[in-house]
């Protein structure tokens, strides 16, 4: 099976900075990763699709990188509503069988 | 406008069965995979199974299988996650989400919280 493991898995940062969250997978995935950002109380809501694909509403602040087996999730000029727990998410695209690291909390 | 809602809040006891419901609403339901994520609380997320409503092609993660079952109705755009005896660790929210073409969720059910205690 695949295993997806994020680092870090807490980040404390300010307004205005530049963080990175890293994503890696035990084996070579296709580039079917997703970034979420999930808030306290809240459903996931999708940031990033196919490694570096904005979803659409987004804002441009976030951005996403990688293939193979290492990816990352960009934020730029940190804004107060950032601060949540960030996810990646890998999908099998033949068997959908899904994945979940283990999340990144983001904290001011 | 696409929407997921997902069936309120549950209380249960230990060995009572259960089904949970999410209602897609604004697309064709039959079209789009609908998967299952569990979040314990204060923990991450889990993926538990995902259904194509349209034929009923089900997959489950290994975690799951066995526990749960998946089904969804064609006629009322419903899917459902369901346990046959539920145990204290069930205790969870219970998310449903939509899988886009890029193999991501793109559309979230608000939730339902399951709480099992004796």
């Known amino acids: 099976d695949i295993q997806m493991t994020q680092s870090p898995s807490t980040l404390s940062a300010s307004v205005g900075d530049r963080v990175t969250i890293t994503c890696r997978a035990n084996?070579?995935?296709?580039?079917?990763l997703a970034w979420y950002q999930q808030k306290p109380g809240k459903a996931p809501k999708l940031l990033i699709y196919r490694a570096s694909s904005l979803e659409s509403g987004v804002p441009s602040r976030f951005s996403g990188s990688g293939s193979g087996t290492e990816f990352t999730l960009t934020i730029t000029n940190l804004q107060p509503d950032d601060f949540a727990s960030y996810y990646c998410?890998?999908?099998?695209?033949?068997?959908?069988?899904?994945?979940f690291g283990q999340g990144t909390k983001l904290e001011i | 406008e696409v929407q997921l809602v997902q069936s309120g809040a549950e209380v249960k006891k230990p060995g009572e069965s259960l089904r949970i419901s999410c209602q897609g609403s604004g697309y064709r339901f039959t079209n789009y995979w609908i998967g299952w994520v569990r979040q314990m609380p204060g923990k991450g997320l889990e993926w538990m199974g995902i259904?194509?409503?349209?034929?009923?092609?089900?997959r489950y993660s290994p975690s799951f299988q066995g526990l749960v079952t998946v089904s969804a109705d064609m006629s009322t755009s419903t899917a459902y996650l369901q346990w046959h005896s539920l145990q204290a660790s069930d205790t969870a929210i219970y998310f449903c989400?939509?899988?886009?073409?890029?193999?991501?969720?793109?559309?979230w059910g608000q939730g339902t919280l399951v709480s099992v205690s004796s």
């Open positions: 084996q070579t995935v296709t580039g079917w």
């Open positions: 989400a939509r899988l886009q073409a890029g193999k991501a969720f793109n559309y």
């Open positions: 998410q890998h999908c099998d695209s033949y068997s959908l069988s899904c994945t």
């Open positions: 259904i194509y409503p349209g034929d009923s092609d089900t």
